[in-house]
């Protein structure tokens, strides 16, 4: 019996970069939340570096006062977007947490009239069998409207409880601490 040295040795490589390619990848998430502030911030500089040349070339000012400007209005825009973003959201959880009677009401009303449209008797369901898929209907209905109501308060109470953004400084100048107070 003769053993091809030739095909073991690439299949040791392949499982070789396999496993070094798992664990890169773990390496990878794990170090995602280290990275993603810099990868966004990498694409927000490349987002506005020609906007920068632009105010530059235009008004002949330096790259110092046309970063500032541009630098001032990024922010302005990225902070009318949240608060338009989180004034959305409450106010469209809101108006549902509010109508959710009406949307239970309809959804009840649907399926009682799939179910009575239903032509049962080409299936020839029993009545014991009918009568458990309307209770089982009802029941679901129920709890999805239970779940539902729950999410959506839930989410109100998480946004409108979220602290503003404090920016605490150690004892040592220049090493700000950013995070949620």
Not at 36 to 51: D, G, R, T
Not at 60 to 78: N, Q, Y
Not at 148 to 166: C, Q, R, W, Y
């Amino acid at each position: 019996m003769v053993i091809d040295m030739n095909y073991w040795n690439k299949v040791i490589k392949n499982i070789i970069i396999l496993l070094i390619s798992i664990v890169a990848l773990y390496f990878a998430f794990k170090l995602a939340v280290f990275y993603v502030p810099f990868l966004i911030a990498f694409v927000l500089s490349l987002m506005l570096e020609p906007i920068i040349k632009f105010i530059m070339r235009k008004t002949k000012l330096t790259r110092k006062a046309s970063s500032i400007i541009v630098f001032i209005v990024a922010i302005a825009i990225i902070v009318g977007l949240l608060a338009w973003l989180i004034t959305t959201l409450i106010s469209e959880a809101s108006n549902l947490l509010e109508n959710i009677n009406t949307y239970i009401d309809s959804a009840y009303s649907f399926f009682n009239n799939f179910i009575s449209n239903f032509d049962l008797s080409r299936i020839k369901i029993p009545e014991e069998v009918m009568g458990i898929i309307q209770n089982s209907g009802t029941e679901f209905l129920e709890t999805a409207t239970e779940w539902a109501k729950g999410a959506l308060t839930n989410t109100i109470n998480f946004i409108t409880s979220v602290p503003t953004l404090g920016v605490y400084i150690r004892n040592k100048p220049n090493c700000p601490i950013f995070y949620l107070c």
